[in-house]
């Protein structure tokens, strides 16, 4: 079991080492590539099957759905299985996989393993002090310096905020709404009471 600031710290590693510069979703390639783990799309039956880690021999291999649409979720996807690869964990020697349900976005997720995966590829898709400068920087453009450091959707106004926030740091970092979402609350910059 690893801490959240553990996790962190592993997650900022692997940046530092292969990320010079935009979102880590444009160097996968890359870190699998010099992790020597094979990534491969595939068709499958089973609905239920998202991504894997699995090793054979010394071979890693990362495989994911080839249905998933939406990119964000592909990327939190790949990003989550690199989290079991570089947090160590010893799973699937097997076929086993991760569900729908295991890789969670919004990180209702009982399993402490998974729960690591998706910490880790929150830290990894939305680094904490880029996300912060970024965040900050539109929300003072956007509101005119009206709203200074959080962020509380809660009516028309700031719902529009919103949108030009969502919409920058959705494509910067490749991630889906959801996961955004999530990581603004965690790092207190933002809440949602309003939608439409
Ligand atoms: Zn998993």
Redesign the pocket.
Known sequence: MKTNNEIETIANSVLSKYVKKGGVHKVFQEIMHSEKIKYKEVNSENTDFV???TKNKDQAYIFVNKDIDNIGRKHFTIA??L??YFLS?N?HSNLGF?TNS??AEEEHQKNP??RE??YFASCLLMPKEKVKTAFLSILENRSRKRIKDFLLVKNDYTFGVWLSIKNDLTKRYGVSETALRFRLKQLKLADFQFEK
């Open positions: 991504g894997a880690l989550h299985e989290g079991h964990h799973l991760c295991d890789i393993i998974e995966a998706n």
